[in-house]
C-alpha cells in the first residue's frame, strides 16, 4: 500500500461528492462560455464568482502559486495555461478547461476539452477529443475493489493508442479528496508500482488521460507553468473525480450521475 494514502469512508465521499458537482456545474458554464471573442480571464473571473456563489474555494488558485482559480490551455498546450486578459478565443480553438473547488474542506478535481464556437476543426481533432474522452470511461470502468491500479492505466493507453494518438506520459492523475494531490500517482500508461497496488473502498482518485495527435514529448512555458507539445501538435484532455464504493466506480463530478450516484455511496 502506497505510503500516506487516506482512504475516504461514505461521509467524505458524499462531500466529495457535494464538491464535485460544483466543479461540474462549472465546467459546463465555462463551456458554455467558451465563444470566439471571449478571453480565457474573463472565464476565469466567472469561475471566481461562480465558486464563490456556491460557498466553495478554488482549490486551484494559490496551489504551489498557481495565480488563477482555472486552467485555460488552448491547442497544442496541455495543462496549466494561465488565464489572460489579452487571451482571445478564436472558432475552432481546441480548450481544456481543468477547475476543482474546495467545499467543507472537500477538494474535487475535473477537465473537459471543448472547440471553441464549435467550429470547423480536422475530423481527426473530434477522433482525438472522442478517443481521450473513451479512455477516461475505460479507465473509469475498471476502477472495481481487487483489480491492480495498473488496469487503470492500461485501459488509458489502449484507448489511445488504438486510435493513432499518442499519451502524454510526464503528466499523470492523482489521489484527492483531502487536498488536490494525494498518494497515489495514476499514471496514464502502465509502470512497475501500478503492478503491485490493488484497488479498494474508499480510494478516490482523480484520473485525467491527456493525448495529442502526434507527439508525447513537452516542453514548459516560459511562464513556468504550461505544458505545451514539443511539436506543437493538437491536445485533449479529459478529467473526473472518481470514488470506489461498495467495489464499483461512481464519478462525483458528473452532473449527469447527480442523485443516482448519491444513491449508491
Ligand atoms: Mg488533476
Same mark, same amino acid.
Given at each position: 500500500m502506497t505510503k500516506n494514502l487516506r482512504l475516504k469512508n461514505r461521509d467524505d465521499i458524499r462531500g466529495i461528492y457535494r464538491s464535485g458537482q460544483v466543479? #461540474?456545474?462549472?465546467?459546463?458554464?465555462? !463551456?458554455?462560455?467558451?465563444? =470566439?471573442?471571449?478571453? $480565457?480571464?474573463?472565464?476565469?473571473?466567472?469561475? %471566481?464568482?461562480?465558486?464563490?456563489?456556491?460557498? #466553495? /474555494?478554488?482549490?486551484?488558485?494559490?496551489?504551489?502559486?498557481?495565480?488563477? !482559480?482555472?486552467?485555460? !490551455?488552448?491547442? /497544442?498546450?496541455?495543462?496549466?495555461?494561465? =488565464?489572460?486578459?489579452?487571451?482571445?478565443? %478564436? /472558432? *475552432?480553438?481546441?480548450?481544456?478547461?481543468? $477547475?476543482?473547488?474546495?467545499?467543507? *474542506?472537500y477538494v474535487s478535481d475535473a477537465a473537459r476539452t471543448v472547440i471553441v464556437g464549435g467550429g470547423e476543426v480536422p475530423a481527426e481533432v473530434l477522433r482525438l477529443l472522442e478517443a481521450t474522452q473513451m479512455a477516461l470511461d475505460d479507465g473509469i470502468s475498471r476502477m472495481r475493489t481487487g483489480n491492480l491500479l495498473n488496469r487503470v492505466s492500461s485501459a488509458i493507453s489502449e484507448r489511445i493508442r488504438s486510435a493513432g494518438f499518442k499519451v502524454i506520459r510526464d503528466l499523470t492523475g492523482h489521489g484527492v479528496g483531502f487536498s488536490l494531490h494525494e498518494p497515489p500517482v495514476v499514471h496514464n500508461y502502465p509502470v512497475p508500482e501500478g503492478g503491485v497496488f490493488r484497488l479498494v473502498n474508499g480510494l478516490v482518485l482523480a484520473l485525467e488521460p491527456m493525448a495529442s495527435l502526434s507527439c508525447e514529448e513537452i516542453l514548459l512555458g516560459e511562464d513556468g507553468w504550461t505544458y505545451a507539445t514539443v511539436d506543437g501538435s493538437t491536445v485533449a484532455h479529459f478529467e473526473d473525480t472518481v470514488a470506489i464504493v461498495h467495489g464499483h466506480p461512481v464519478v462525483l463530478t458528473r452532473r449527469d450521475d447527480g442523485a443516482e450516484a448519491l444513491k449508491r455511496i
Open positions: 466543479t #461540474a456545474e462549472l465546467l459546463a458554464e465555462l !463551456s458554455r462560455r467558451a465563444e =470566439p471573442g471571449v478571453t $480565457t480571464g474573463e472565464l476565469n473571473r466567472f469561475a %471566481e464568482e461562480f465558486i464563490a456563489a456556491h460557498g #466553495a /474555494q478554488p482549490a486551484f488558485k494559490g496551489y504551489n502559486g498557481f495565480p488563477a !482559480s482555472i486552467c485555460a !490551455s488552448v491547442n /497544442q498546450e496541455i495543462v496549466h495555461g494561465i =488565464p489572460r486578459e489579452d487571451r482571445i478565443l %478564436e /472558432q *475552432g480553438d481546441v480548450l481544456k478547461l481543468d $477547475t476543482g473547488v474546495v467545499l467543507d *474542506g
